[in-house]
């Protein structure tokens, strides 16, 4: 959703929550508070979460940290190596299950790139040109050629491609055959819906990891620009968003037990992962994103978002900005309403599809900008008779949306939800990844068929927002110490991926 409800959505943290658990606690005068336990990092008022590396130094090898979901549904790991000549050597491995333990085929892919200048689109990231010089595939079954010339062959450009490849008969473990060569031109990536245009869009940050008992250790990460939902459009595609970043394979999260497994891997031996604590689909509880978030369409926001399972219910708040690290808030939204009973993905394995319904939205502009747009807006369009002001909430329900914002209502979304542990047995939830034309997946043809980067419970029970929102605990830094209480104000920036909001 996403201003189509679930996908995009944000709450005012300045921190990176690492291992999110909070609990509220009674406060003094009746009131609460909500204390933070030592896994969940509070905020740092002082201080980023992390730094970008400008301009980007991409030498030496980087690694995916786990199996990743690509729309199709992809599944795949990745283990891309810079050298300082500027030359690179990228392996994708390719597999038949969603925990990248069946090895179906493996793509080299070598090349040169060329970091340009910031980019005017994307604040926070250098644009990049990049040269493929040969592109190699190896195929790990005779399934897996026979599934790959298939979709060779539904198109003349494929065809010819095709012939590359040996009859099913031939296939010999190990071989290597050539998609892109000097011998061998033509852009067979295309014809198998493949591209490599993420390098055209790169930001290296780092990060402190915190250690129990021990000093942070230092984290490397390299973003890499996103993969278009529809696979027809990727060739033309330029990124203006991320996908799961790349790690460092010398400054990685620990414990990572992925991680030295693709490290070590090539074309030739894929990397069999273990798979995932696969946890069943428990939405009760606060769900928040794990640190500053980077959408299409230049959009930065966190989430955060309470499902209600008894009734199944959910709400959410999702905090925009306008800067990379999430410090320069926009607006607001504050979305609710219902969702079904999940039943397994036939498609995506793994998968739980929902269907959820948006029926009450509120807005909250943040600065200046917004707020003189929404005042300048067509009355009706967006709430009630009467100005907007600055930090002031308003409800737009009555309006069916708010038209300047995206914001339709009443909303339904077809979704896709997974739950997992990661090592550190942290809790995680995946929702679906939001198509990249700004459309909502409002028909069950629609419905995404891979993941945005994954919330973190921060909260086992989900408070009771049975009230009005002008009668809900709002939660605000507190003056003293930085944290974080729950004061008895109009409303909690909590954030659902309100699918009905694409911007969010």
Known sequence: ??????????????????????????????????????????????????????????????????????????????????????????????????????????????????????????????????????????????????????????????????????????????????????????DCLEALGLSMHELSLVRVQRRLQPQP????????????????????????????????????????????????????????????????????????????????????????????????????????????????ACQQPTFTVYAAGRYTRGTPSTRVRGGTELVFEVTRAHVTPMDQVTTAMLNFSEPRSCGGAGAWSVGTERDVTATNGCLPLGIRLPHVEYELFKMEQDPLGQSLLFIGQRPTDGSSPDTPEKRPTSYQAPLVLCRGEAPDFSRPPQHRPLLQKHPSTGGLRVAPLPLLPLVLGLAFLYWL
């Not at 980007?56 to 795949?76: A, D, H, K, Q, Y």
């Not at 946890?279 to 959009?299: H, M, Q, T, Y």
């Open 213 to 324: 008992r021990a000093a942070p250790r230092l984290v490397e990460e390299l973003y890499l620009g996103d993969i278009h939902t529809d696979p027809a459009e990727r060739r033309h595609y330029r990124p203006t968003g991320y996908q799961r970043p790349l790690q460092s394979a010398l400054h990685h999260v620990r414990p990572c037990p992925a991680c030295g497994l693709i490290a070590r891997s090539d074309v030739h031996h894929p990397p069999v992962l273990p798979p995932p604590l696969a946890l069943p689909l428990r939405l009760g509880g606060w769900w928040v994103s794990s640190g500053c978030e980077v959408r299409p369409a230049v959009l930065f926001l966190t989430r955060l978002f309470t499902f209600h399972g008894h009734s199944r219910s959910w709400e959410g708040y999702y905090h925009h900005f306008s800067d990379p």
């Open 1 to 186: 959703m996403g201003w189509v409800f679930l996908g995009h959505a944000g709450v005012l943290l300045r921190s990176v929550c690492f291992a999110a658990h909070t609990a509220l606690v009674a406060g003094e005068a009746g009131g609460s508070r909500l204390r933070w336990e030592p896994r969940c990092q509070p905020p740092l008022p002082d201080r980023v979460p992390s730094t970008a590396i400008l301009p980007p130094r991409l030498n030496g090898p980087w690694i995916s940290t786990g199996c990743e979901v690509r729309p199709g549904p992809e599944f795949l790991t990745r283990a891309y190596t810079f050298y300082p000549s500027r030359l690179f050597r990228a392996h994708q491995f390719y597999y038949e299950d969603p925990f990248c333990g069946k090895p179906a085929h493996s793509l080299l892919v070598k090349g040169k790139v060329r970091l340009r200048r910031a980019s005017w689109v994307t604040r926070g990231a250098t644009e990049a040109d990049y040269y493929l010089h040969k592109v190699g595939i190896v195929f790990h079954s005779r399934r897996a050629l026979l599934d790959v010339s298939g979709r060779l062959n539904q198109t003349r450009a494929g065809r010819d491609c095709a012939r590359r490849l040996p009859p099913a008969r031939a296939w010999m473990p190990g071989a290597l055959y050539e998609l892109r060569s000097a011998r061998a031109q033509g």
